[in-house]
């Protein structure tokens, strides 16, 4: 999987050399808002982490709760992250 906040932030880079009024010329968007949706990416999963780690101790320390879909959404956090394929 590639990290797409480095693959969009090079890409903001490159835009910015070529970019237009109205975004790139190569892909019509501004090199800005490619910079933007890095740092939104970055934050995140910087939360999506914080959410798993606290998610996973409650499982362990607590066990499921009923109807909550444990392994549904915890399943679907670690493959969001990457450590799952």
């Known amino acids: 999987m590639s990290d797409i906040v ?3 932030r090079e890409h903001a880079t ?3 050399g070529s970019a237009l009024d109205n ?3 190569d892909c019509g ?3 800005n808002a490619l910079e933007n949706a890095a740092n939104e990416i970055e934050r995140l999963r910087s939360a999506l982490i914080d959410m798993l ?3 996973k101790y ?3 320390n607590h066990g499921d709760l009923y109807g909550v879909g444990w ?3 915890q399943s679907k956090a670690e493959k ?3 450590e799952k394929d």
Request: with cysteine; charged share 15%.
């Open 71 to 73: 392994d549904r959404a």
């Open 58 to 60: 409650i499982r362990a």
């Open 6 to 8: 480095t693959d969009t």
């Open 23 to 25: 975004g790139c010329a």
């Open 80 to 82: 969001a992250l990457g």
């Open 14 to 16: 490159q835009c910015a």
């Open 29 to 31: 968007v501004a090199a």
């Open 53 to 55: 780690s606290g998610w």
